[in-house]
């Protein structure tokens, strides 16, 4: 693995996305326009609904954008021919996916600080622990959705067959990380596959930093986000070939 060609990739990725004006704004502005929606639904319900849903909505849209767009753009890269003739040079496949995490990851972080701010500045979300350590985990949130959506790409032939599997992928971990049904309160089946999947552990880590000020609980949830990440970044590793098929 080289540095130099891995901050190569890194930055031909980050140039191919500030052409694609329209890629760029769905990573960047898609979550917030969302979180604004639902805040405006819940602004006259009786109680703090948003601030109740607000912790997994920080959690999960960074993590379904990044999902979908690095899927997506990967797939092109290997039905083009452009990851053939990538790795027909002397680079290695760490260095493709690290400068791909690395590009993906900083434009997560700019996404993810835009949510943050516009939740907690604009809209009201309240928060007992630190704002910085509330980016930190929706950064990790949309990095997990990046490397899955690397991995994913492997098995679609077409664009088409890469958002099939965010039914797949995506869907159940929404519906069993808490934000319809507390965790606890799911029968005992439900709540042992809920334990096994990542998106579970990034809204537990929001819900504690809006409950309290302390951070312990918060980063053992995040080691557990952290370690899905790089366990997709090296089963994207695994997918990788030389040769299309």
Same mark, same amino acid.
């Given at each position: 693995m080289s540095l130099r060609i891995t901050f190569a990739? !890194? !930055? #031909?990725?980050?140039t191919q996305l500030r052409r694609d004006h329209r890629t760029l704004a769905i990573m960047l502005v898609l979550p917030c326009l969302l979180i604004s929606l639902l805040w405006w639904m819940f602004d006259d319900l009786p109680g703090n609904t948003f601030d109740q849903l607000g912790p997994a909505l920080l959690a999960m849209f960074p993590f379904i954008v990044m999902f979908l767009v690095t899927s997506v753009t990967t797939l092109r890269e290997r039905s083009g021919g452009t990851l053939e003739r990538l790795l027909a040079m002397p680079m290695g496949k760490l260095d493709f996916l690290f400068g791909y995490a690395i590009a993906f990851g900083l434009v997560a972080a700019v996404q993810s600080a835009a949510a943050v701010a516009l939740s907690v500045? /604009? *809209?009201?979300?309240?928060? @007992?622990?630190p704002v910085w350590l509330l980016t930190v985990v929706a950064v990790a949130d949309a990095v997990l959705?990046? =490397?899955l959506g690397l991995f994913v790409s492997a098995f679609a032939r077409t664009e088409f067959q890469a958002v099939q599997f965010m039914p797949a992928l995506v869907i159940p971990q929404i *519906?069993?990380?808490?934000?319809?049904?507390? #965790? =606890? =309160? *799911?029968? %005992?089946?439900?709540? !042992?596959? &809920? %334990?096994v999947l990542p998106l579970s552990y990034a809204v537990d880590a929001m @819900?504690? /930093? +809006? #409950? &309290? &000020? &302390? +951070?312990? @609980?918060v980063w053992t949830d995040l080691a557990v986000v952290t370690a899905y990440a790089v366990a997709g970044l090296a089963l994207g590793a695994g997918t990788l070939r030389r040769r299309s098929e």
């Amino acid at each position: 693995m080289s540095l130099r060609i891995t901050f190569a990739i !890194a !930055a #031909r990725v980050l140039t191919q996305l500030r052409r694609d004006h329209r890629t760029l704004a769905i990573m960047l502005v898609l979550p917030c326009l969302l979180i604004s929606l639902l805040w405006w639904m819940f602004d006259d319900l009786p109680g703090n609904t948003f601030d109740q849903l607000g912790p997994a909505l920080l959690a999960m849209f960074p993590f379904i954008v990044m999902f979908l767009v690095t899927s997506v753009t990967t797939l092109r890269e290997r039905s083009g021919g452009t990851l053939e003739r990538l790795l027909a040079m002397p680079m290695g496949k760490l260095d493709f996916l690290f400068g791909y995490a690395i590009a993906f990851g900083l434009v997560a972080a700019v996404q993810s600080a835009a949510a943050v701010a516009l939740s907690v500045g /604009l *809209l009201g979300l309240s928060i @007992e622990g630190p704002v910085w350590l509330l980016t930190v985990v929706a950064v990790a949130d949309a990095v997990l959705g990046s =490397a899955l959506g690397l991995f994913v790409s492997a098995f679609a032939r077409t664009e088409f067959q890469a958002v099939q599997f965010m039914p797949a992928l995506v869907i159940p971990q929404i *519906l069993l990380c808490g934000l319809f049904v507390p #965790r =606890a =309160a *799911l029968p %005992d089946v439900l709540n !042992a596959i &809920s %334990d096994v999947l990542p998106l579970s552990y990034a809204v537990d880590a929001m @819900e504690h /930093l +809006t #409950r &309290s &000020s &302390s +951070t312990g @609980e918060v980063w053992t949830d995040l080691a557990v986000v952290t370690a899905y990440a790089v366990a997709g970044l090296a089963l994207g590793a695994g997918t990788l070939r030389r040769r299309s098929e």
